[in-house]
């Protein structure tokens, strides 16, 4: 893109908007299939501007096409759900959700900006005393959230993973991921898809997200693919 490349704007106070900018400049430039008929069911994909990517793309399962039905909850982090909390993206949030029909299917993709902007700093302020104790309360608020949407709105929820888009807080995010899919292990009710792993590579003995997968704070459509197997995983 004209307009970005060499500029290194991940670097300055723009940084959040010129990652949007450019994960929409580069969905725009992708080559798409047509969108299967009206008739085709949505699932819907509640999240974080990490909802985009997938956005409006086909998934088959059952044998049956899903179209992604985003639903945009920008800037949300999983602590601004808790219920005592105050703060305006929660108020979003829930505006969002009422667009979602009863006993729809529904994944959720929350917590990237949890662990980009609060988990180590809540420790380093001493609110927890380590950062598994953090992340911990941090699940505490997410299961508790998707467990009463589910029994209030009938939905079958899968959980997808927080995404390790960045080099300085994926080691924080995979932790957070595999904390998450522990706790959910025992939680039947709540479909955790597990391909994350797939996204990273070992370069020179760290892990890397993948380059086809995408660059700066998002990941591309190339990860339908991943998404599509994991559902039907879940519900076979």
Known sequence: ????????????????????????????QQSYPPLPTQSSPFIYFMG?????????QSIKYKNKTRVIHPILSTGTKIWHLREEGKFYPKHDFYSSI??????????FCF????????????????????LESAMDKLI????????????KYHWKIYVHPVMPV????????????EHLSKRLLNIPK????????????????????NSKYGKYMYVNICCKKYLESDIHICVC
């Open 190 to 209: 709540l479909q955790w898809c597990h391909f994350v792993e797939e996204l990273l590579v070992e370069i020179e003995g760290e892990k890397k997200l």
């Open 140 to 151: 505490d608020i997410y299961v508790e959230l998707l467990m009463g949407l589910r029994e």
């Open 166 to 177: 960045l080099d300085i807080t994926r080691d924080i995010v995979m932790q957070f991921n």
């Open 111 to 130: 917590g990237e900006i949890d662990c980009r902007e609060a988990l180590l700093l809540c420790v380093e302020k001493g609110k927890y005393d380590t």
């Open 1 to 28: 893109d004209p307009l970005t490349e060499g500029q290194d704007l991940h670097c300055t106070n723009i940084r959040n908007e010129a990652a949007y900018y450019t994960c929409i400049s580069q969905i725009i």
């Open 98 to 107: 009422s667009q979602i029909p009863s006993a729809s299917e529904v994944i």
């Open 48 to 56: 974080d501007s990490h909802c985009i990517p997938p956005a409006w």
